[in-house]
């Protein structure tokens, strides 16, 4: 932990010139964004760095809102987009920290997504959920690099 993984419509996959945009620089740009962060009060990492997966994945299926009428009215075409972003911690973290953490994280998709908002119908969601495991096991190779 911690991971964030994106949900979004398959209209997004489309190729950026066609209104869609490059989910993998996203994902980059998200992990960045956990990477970089900072708890203010210990001065520490809040997201170990060999810990932190993003993962996308277009929906095999889906509809949104009313399948493009108030789109279509109000002068576009009509083709709504959406993306959820969920990202999972585990318990520790002051609630500051996450507040920080998801403020971050929502100015990161906001910025990626700046152009598709001002040329297409698209929502987005980010919700942070902190675990209460029943069982929590790790085997990781990644954890090493980052001591």
């Keep these: ?21 490059d989910m993998s620089a996203l994902c980059r740009a998200l992990a960045a964004t956990m990477c970089a962060q900072v708890d203010a009060e210990t001065g520490k990492p809040v997201f170990p760095t060999g810990g ?9 299926h889906s ?5 493009g009428a108030a789109g279509k ?3 576009g075409d009509g083709d ?15 609630d500051a920290t996450k507040k920080r953490a998801g403020e971050a ?19 987005m969601t980010l919700q942070i959920d902190e675990g209460h495991e029943v069982f929590d096991a790790k085997y990781s190779t990644l954890h090493p690099l980052f001591k």
């Design 1 to 21: 932990m911690p991971h964030l993984v994106i949900l979004y419509t398959p209209n997004l996959d489309a190729p950026v010139e066609q209104g869609g945009s």
């Design 52 to 60: 932190v997966r993003v993962l996308a994945y277009p929906a095999a």
């Design 63 to 67: 509809a949104v809102a009313d399948g």
């Design 73 to 75: 009215a109000a002068g």
């Design 80 to 94: 709504y987009a959406f993306v959820y972003l969920n990202l999972r911690m585990g318990k520790g973290r002051s």
């Design 105 to 123: 994280l929502l100015a990161c998709g906001k910025a990626f997504f700046e152009s598709l908002f001002a040329s297409k119908h698209i929502g």
